[in-house]
């Protein structure tokens, strides 16, 4: 116990040191915390005397936190739409959700065919690269301020849309690579839907009970109820196979609709900023460094082309809708990061562990989410010059 105390303590320590150096120097704190992970975490290079010291072990409670980090990341995204707007824009989210989808997943399936891998490899990597990760993302958006802005409406249906489709990606993946048949695929698709309907349902009805369970003049009570309830909703989600930052995301959007929002954001946010600081902490943990020289070329390449990719699919689906194209480059910038979905493919795909599933695909996924999660949130803080410089350009094409 003393042991473990210690590694987390040393691990809170980290983040806050990072998050004080990201600051002063005015860049984001996302990739400061994957680094400090990194430094600290199993596979770093520190020794003494020659032998390997780890500072923080990638262990259950870590794992524990990160997964909070997720949720109530989402839970927070929720708390800025109600169900009604979801549903108000429901042919726009199908929209920009499908083309995210067949250019993204089609751009994976290319690179996995060109690099000779099997239809099930294939599979496992078109997945990990087609994702977006909603807790980076969303992070991004808390940090810049475009959770209020126009953008974050595409961004916001893309990520719903994402997230839904890997529950059934997932159980469809599970069923064809354990030897399973389709039917069971489907029954546990269809508790997932079942799941989340009632969610939806609860959130779309259920204003009053919320606004009833939570009136309490007691911030201790106030907090206990939010995190309680929260976390409650996303573990039994995850354990029917649903993907918990849905559930939360939904649970935040019941939430909106009550006179609580503005005391979740004060009293519970500080909560929500510590798990997802462990959460991109435990990133870097999970990175072994020395592993991604073996899988360098793919790495490369697929860095560049599905950054591409989401930076097409993410414009026009601001364009989709309505944006202007500042706004719309903006949805392309914020889309880029990849993370918590891409790990949790990865698990299943070692799992199987055969082939390139149980040694080249761990390392280039935890290598290609190092990289996009760094370089999608600085894409997003450098938003602004880029955008300028790539309307100027355009600009000047038309002059010409």
Avoid at 145 to 158: K, M, Q, R, Y
Avoid at 324 to 349: I, M, N, T, Y
Wanted: proline share 2%; aromatic share 8%; charged share 10%.
């Amino acid at each position: 116990m003393a042991d473990l105390l210690l590694e987390v303590g040393v691990a809170v320590a980290g983040v806050a040191a990072a998050g004080a150096l990201a600051s002063r120097v005015g860049v984001s704190v996302i990739p400061a915390y994957i680094l400090v992970g990194v430094l600290l975490g199993p596979n770093a290079p520190t020794s003494v005397l020659g032998v390997p010291v780890t500072l923080v072990s990638d262990s259950e409670v870590i794992a524990v936190l990160a997964e909070l980090g997720v949720v109530f990341l989402l839970f927070f995204l929720g708390l800025e739409f109600s169900v009604e707007q979801l549903l108000r824009d429901r042919r726009s989210i199908t929209s920009v959700g499908l083309l995210d989808f067949v250019v993204n997943f089609g751009v994976g399936l290319a690179i996995g065919f060109a690099f000779g891998w099997t239809l099930v490899e294939t599979l496992f990597l078109a997945g990990i690269v087609y994702i977006s990760s909603s807790a980076v993302v969303t992070k991004s958006l808390i940090e810049t301020g475009w959770i209020a802005n126009d953008e974050s409406g595409p961004i916001l249906g893309t990520l719903v849309f994402e997230d839904i489709l890997i529950a059934v990606y997932l159980a469809l993946l599970a069923a064809v690579t354990s030897g399973g048949s389709l039917r069971d695929a489907a029954v546990s698709v269809g508790v997932a839907f079942l799941f989340l309907g009632a969610l939806a349902a609860l959130a779309w009805y259920g204003s009053a009970w919320f606004e009833q369970l939570f009136r309490t003049g007691s911030d201790e009570s106030f907090i206990l109820r939010v995190v309680g309830l929260t976390t409650l909703v996303a573990g039994a989600a995850l354990a029917l196979g649903v993907s918990e930052a849905v559930a939360a995301f939904f649970l935040g959007t019941g939430l909106s609709q009550t006179t609580h929002v503005e005391r979740i954001e004060h009293i519970v946010s500080p909560a929500r900023d510590l798990f997802a600081a462990v959460f991109f902490f435990a990133i870097g943990l999970s990175t072994d460094v020395t592993l991604l020289a073996s899988v360098a070329g793919l790495l490369a390449v697929a860095v560049v082309a599905t950054t591409a990719s989401k930076l097409v699919s993410g414009t026009l689906s601001g364009r989709i809708y309505g944006l202007d194209a500042r706004r719309s480059a903006r949805v392309g910038l914020g889309l880029v990061p990849r993370g918590e979905f891409s790990l949790v493919l990865v698990a299943l795909a070692t799992d199987v562990g055969t082939g390139r599933l149980g040694s080249v695909l761990p390392a280039f996924a935890v290598g290609y989410v190092l990289v996009m999660s760094v370089v999608g949130s600085v894409l997003v803080q450098r938003a602004d010059g880029l955008t300028d410089a790539v309307l100027s350009l355009t600009n000047d094409a038309d002059a010409g």
